[in-house]
């Protein structure tokens, strides 16, 4: 009976980390009818980032896409992972959102 107890244990605990992983993924959340997604995103990834792949946040913007959203993707020559660098470039962006309506 204790080992039972044990694999049971285990098992939550594995059952959790599952559901958490799943949680964090937002492709399994975009366009599912079940989740609120945003009409615009703006995406930027340095092409020098040593962090996450381009093929990650090109996925997403294409996955975003394809489900109607509004996506501004874009791939800065030169750059890393830090991303403070176009912030006149982004106001502007949100301004265009905010004043279109």
């Given at each position: 009976m204790a080992g039972e107890k044990r694999l049971t244990a285990i098992f939550c605990r594995l059952n959790a980390a599952s559901e958490t992983i799943k949680l964090m993924n937002p492709m399994n959340f975009i366009g599912n009818g079940?989740?609120?997604?945003?009409?615009?995103?703006?995406?930027?990834?340095?092409?020098?980032?040593?962090?996450?792949?381009?093929?990650?946040?090109?996925?997403?913007?294409?996955?975003?896409?394809?489900?109607?959203?509004?996506?501004?993707?874009?791939?800065?020559?030169?750059?890393g992972h830090a991303g403070d660098y176009d912030l006149p470039e982004l106001f502007n962006w949100i301004d265009s959102i905010c004043k279109a309506k």
């Amino acid at each position: 009976m204790a080992g039972e107890k044990r694999l049971t244990a285990i098992f939550c605990r594995l059952n959790a980390a599952s559901e958490t992983i799943k949680l964090m993924n937002p492709m399994n959340f975009i366009g599912n009818g079940k989740a609120v997604t945003a009409k615009h995103f703006r995406i930027r990834h340095g092409a020098i980032d040593r962090d996450t792949a381009l093929a990650i946040p090109a996925i997403l913007a294409l996955k975003l896409q394809n489900s109607g959203v509004d996506v501004n993707f874009y791939s800065p020559w030169n750059r890393g992972h830090a991303g403070d660098y176009d912030l006149p470039e982004l106001f502007n962006w949100i301004d265009s959102i905010c004043k279109a309506k």
